[in-house]
């Protein structure tokens, strides 16, 4: 295998002052967490960059597959090396560019960094030696040195010659955990993993809250809900996930409030219990997957009705998609197909025929004070069940049943 390094670039966290490091360090952490199933993992971070040492072809695979998932990486290219011969060199130029020879006609250039002064040509020179071997070679391949299609980049050190020309996209954004904890409330439905994705994106650790009402809902419901938290876990940090006993809350407000608010109601009391967990897990704010207009409880009127509950940052990152982008992102982070189960949730159980879209707050206020809440809400924290994921997966013995 001729590479022996992956170089990853920072991209947005190279903007950063004095608290770079942190970033950085966090980064690290987070690749050292993604693949604990292949470490050790040799990881030497530098300013601007990053390297990790391949030490053999199956976790260079590995690598390659899933380090795009990793947030606060831009791009990363794999490095070959080779010994400080010319004829060496040239040969790696030639088999690193076999990589791209059947993408049709295309630009390249060649780019030289000579950190060893000592190599008996210098930059300049090399970058036409190099360019002459490989344009004979490609006759589909033309020179461009503004904007090529291809750059073949060189870097001569002490220890030896280092070759790229690969650059593949990451995810961007920021290392998870760099930018503090908030809950997402995740419904099971196609918004809220998908809110919970992107401000992880802006480096947010999360924890997740789900309202579970059996026997109204069944536990594929609950599965599902596992199963996308459980999604989430791949773009490089655990999730735990909080499962809140909601039915005694639900029943009790279908009895004691007006049909058309107990939707508006709902949802207040589900950001009261978020909000009271919050506290508890020492969380920043509350995530939710709301999109203004999409539903009877996320017009503005409704907005203001749930948020009068709180204090406590909303964080809202879909509030201005269409339905369209929504479902898009959902499938590129592979969590669409899950949403899309047909199970009831608590969002869907006790449905209004008519509910209101621009509920008066003092209205809400008023229905709700005839019912003391408060003690429920402390009892759905308290009694409510925690699971941790990616949760590991154990192996089956084989020969158990033969015991």
Known sequence: MIFKEILIRYGELSTKGRNKKDFIAR??????????????????????????????????????????????????????????????????????????????????????????????????????EMGATILPNYPNISVDVKKPDVALRIEIRDDAVYMMAQVIQGAGGMPVGSNGKSLLMLSGGIDSPVAGYLMMKRGVRLEAIHFFSPPYTSQNSLQKVKDLANELTKFGASIRLHIIPFTEIQVLIKERIPENMTMTSTRRLMMQVADRLREELGALAIVTGESLGQVASQTLESLTAINDVTSTPILRPLIAMDKLDIIKIAERIGTYETSILPYEDCCTIFTPSSPKTKPKLEKVQHYESFTEFDELIERAVKNREMHVFPQKKVKEDKFADLL
């Not at 690290?28 to 040492?53: G, H, Q, S, V, W």
């Not at 072809?57 to 070959?80: D, N, W």
């Not at 040239?90 to 993408?103: G, H, R, S, V």
């Open 27 to 128: 980064l690290r952490e987070n690749i050292k967490y993604t693949f604990n199933d292949i470490a050790p993992l040799k990881i030497r971070a530098e300013r601007d960059r990053m390297f990790i040492d391949i030490e053999n072809e199956e976790k260079f695979e590995v690598l390659m597959k899933r380090l795009p998932e990793v947030f606060g990486i831009q791009t990363f290219s794999p490095v070959a090396s080779c010994s400080k011969d010319l004829d060496e060199m040239k040969q790696l130029a030639l088999t690193i560019m076999d990589e791209f020879k059947d993408n049709g006609p295309m630009t390249f250039k060649v780019e030289v960094k000579r950190t060893d002064k000592t190599f008996p040509l210098e930059s300049h020179a090399l970058q036409r």
